[in-house]
């Protein structure tokens, strides 16, 4: 078989669905199940309208934390810490023996150290002087 790579500006969601289908087949032929399970914290307004909130799931014993926003009129007032406690009490329900979550956000990083997770990793040198930081939570 003749391959012809070249770069493309991107793929079709079911292109990127093909990849990951098989990606999560292989890894699982390889590691074992995932047992993941999808996790989420909706945070709406008075009108029921989503404006923001936690999302991420379980999976071989972790809570991935993949998104965590609060709107700028609602920062402050506790609501990060809030959804991140309710998740991880969810995930220890399921048996998870931690979590972990990257940001860039210096504010939230102060927020996630205050809730008891530690650095695991850092990349330094993003475009703008930014770095993304990688942290974990052993329950």
């Given at each position: 078989m003749d391959i012809d790579l070249k770069i493309i500006e991107g793929m079709t969601a079911d292109e990127e669905d093909?990849?990951?289908?098989?990606?999560?087949?292989?890894?699982?032929?390889?590691?074992?199940?995932?047992?993941?399970?999808?996790?989420?914290?909706?945070?709406?307004?008075?009108?029921?309208?989503?404006?923001?909130?936690?999302?991420?799931?379980?999976?071989?014993?972790?809570?991935?934390?993949?998104m965590l926003y609060i709107p700028d009129e609602l920062r402050g007032r506790g609501l990060a810490a809030r959804m991140l406690d309710m998740a991880e009490a969810e995930a220890r329900a399921r048996g998870a023996i931690g979590a972990y979550i990257d940001t860039m956000n210096p504010a939230a990083l102060k927020l996630y150290l205050k809730q008891g997770y530690t650095e695991i990793g850092t990349l330094k040198g993003l475009d703008g002087g930014h770095s993304v930081t990688w942290l974990q939570k052993r329950f």
């Open positions: 093909f990849i990951l289908e098989r990606l999560m087949t292989h890894n699982a032929a390889t590691f074992g199940p995932t047992n993941r399970r999808e996790l989420a914290v909706p945070l709406h307004d008075d009108d029921g309208n989503l404006i923001g909130g936690l999302t991420g799931y379980t999976g071989r014993g972790w809570l991935y934390v993949s």
